[in-house]
């Protein structure tokens, strides 16, 4: 049984940075296209980087050149380095997995109904 446990989110100033960790269990991390979404009050969830099995990244234009996606394979431990946080990135922050790569696609655009495995969420506030 898949299960994803996020960890690392928190209250930062605006300009301040934060890691977000998502360990896995029940899965190989280079077998799975891994991601991260996030979830603002009232709306959809919407993808903010993701990691396809060969290990190439992808990022929609909202983390371009502040956030990084990485992983561990050993670890099976999913990372999201945020730099220079804004109050626009107040949200929960959700990391998802899944066998197919369906989920993520060129040119920064996700898909959530593609990942069958999702975590708890961790709540990052940014203020200003």
């Known amino acids: 049984q898949v299960q994803l446990v996020e960890s690392g989110g928190g209250s930062v100033q605006s300009g301040g940075s934060l890691t977000l960790s998502c360990v896995a269990s029940g899965l190989t991390a280079d077998a799975y296209c891994m991601a991260w979404f996030r979830q603002f009050p009232g709306k959809q969830r919407e993808g903010v980087a993701g990691i396809r099995s060969d290990g190439s990244t992808t990022y929609a234009e909202s983390g371009k050149g502040r956030f990084t996606i990485s992983r561990d394979i050993g670890k099976k431990t999913l990372y999201l380095q945020m730099n220079t946080l804004k109050p626009d990135d107040t949200a929960m922050y959700f990391c998802?997995?899944?066998?197919?790569?369906?989920?993520?696609?060129?040119?920064?655009?996700?898909?959530?109904?593609?990942?069958?495995?999702w975590g708890q969420g961790t709540q990052v506030t940014v203020s200003s």
């Open positions: 998802a997995a899944d066998r197919a790569c369906g989920g993520i696609a060129p040119g920064g655009y996700f898909s959530d109904r593609f990942f069958a495995y």
